[in-house]
């Protein structure tokens, strides 16, 4: 079975500040993908970043990046120019290539810009 | 319609009562899935949907879970004899491309409180 783990529960920052965001899973797997998504106060999962585990190459999309070592089983997300809009719950999550048993979710991390 | 469409948005019942939740997911997604989100973790699979078959239904807790997509469109999940237990936000997802590939589209929940 697939673990994520998100090991600060919360982070705050100042307006226009670079923060990093930690994640770490376990499997077995060797094809697989790994998603940050945005939880805002409306409930709604909204995709920020996609990684093909078979990919080197750093996924990268506007003001958000990730580190991605797979050596280490390391899934970082890096939120540059960070704005009050990114205020929101983040969950990291993985799926197997296969697809079995669905996207597995870490336990999230509540991000505070502040002004 | 635009987006995955999930009903109701609250929903108060008393325990040992039977609740249906309802999605709608985006027009011609194939996938859809359940998760269910309780207070300060990450959403957990419950059951994916590729058409109209349950391609796996592993992640409902027992069997006072169940879930129906008749047509291949709009799901409902249908909770049986609810427990205080069963109290969450349960969330619907959709994808054109099924699991571990494309992007899932999210709902904003159904709050469900069991009291």
């Known amino acids: 079975a697939q673990t994520v783990t998100q090991s600060q529960p919360e982070m705050s920052v100042q307006e226009a500040e670079t923060v990093t965001l930690s994640c770490t899973y376990d499997t077995s797997e060797s094809n697989y993908y790994l998603f940050w998504y945005k939880q805002p106060p409306s409930r709604q999962m909204i995709l920020v970043i996609r990684q093909e585990a078979y990919k080197q190459q750093n996924a990268t999309e506007n003001r958000f990046s990730v580190n991605f070592q797979k050596a280490a089983k390391s899934f970082s997300l890096k939120i540059s120019d960070s704005q009050l809009g990114d205020t929101a719950m983040y969950f990291c999550a993985f799926i197997a290539g296969g697809g079995a048993d669905g996207l597995t979710f870490g336990k999230g991390t509540h991000l505070i810009i502040q002004p | 319609g635009a987006g995955v469409s999930q009903t109701p948005s609250n929903k108060v019942t008393e325990k040992g009562k039977y609740v249906e939740l309802r999605c709608d997911p985006i027009s011609g997604h194939t996938a859809l899935y359940w998760y269910r989100q309780s207070l300060g973790q990450g959403p957990e699979f419950l059951i994916y949907f590729q058409g109209t078959g349950a391609a796996d239904d592993s992640g409902l807790p027992n069997d006072r879970f169940f879930a129906v997509r008749p047509e291949g469109s709009v799901s409902t999940l249908k909770i049986q004899r609810t427990e205080r237990g069963d109290s969450a936000v349960y969330l619907c997802?959709?994808?054109?491309?099924?699991?571990?590939?494309?992007?899932?589209?999210f709902g904003e929940g159904s709050r469900l409180t069991v009291l």
């Open positions: 997802a959709s994808s054109l491309l099924g699991r571990g590939t494309g992007e899932l589209f």
